[in-house]
């Protein structure tokens, strides 16, 4: 991963993006500490499963195939009621 001061991937961001896209994630540290990093929209959309429907995500769950989940419930009041 290039690694990129914050003051020259400022002024060279369109560089930045190109790399991102043909080498991978690009590193922007500020004062020496990593503060960002730079991908691809690929490679986002890959990490971020945004390229699925939430019924594809729900289907891809573990408990898809169980018939019956038994989830208890809380009683306990949220917040205290005085009356």
Do not use: C, N
Request: aromatic share 6%; charged share 30%.
């Amino acid at each position: 991963m290039h690694v990129w001061q914050m003051q020259e991937a400022k002024a060279r961001l369109s560089e930045v993006v190109k790399r991102a896209e043909s080498e991978g994630p690009q590193d922007i540290t500020l004062h020496g500490q990593s503060v960002a990093v730079v991908v691809s929209r690929r490679t986002f959309e890959r990490l971020s499963g945004s390229d699925q429907s939430l019924v594809e995500f729900m289907r891809r769950s573990p408990l898809y195939a169980m018939d019956e989940i038994s989830f208890e419930r809380d009683a306990s009041l949220t917040r205290g009621i005085e009356l």
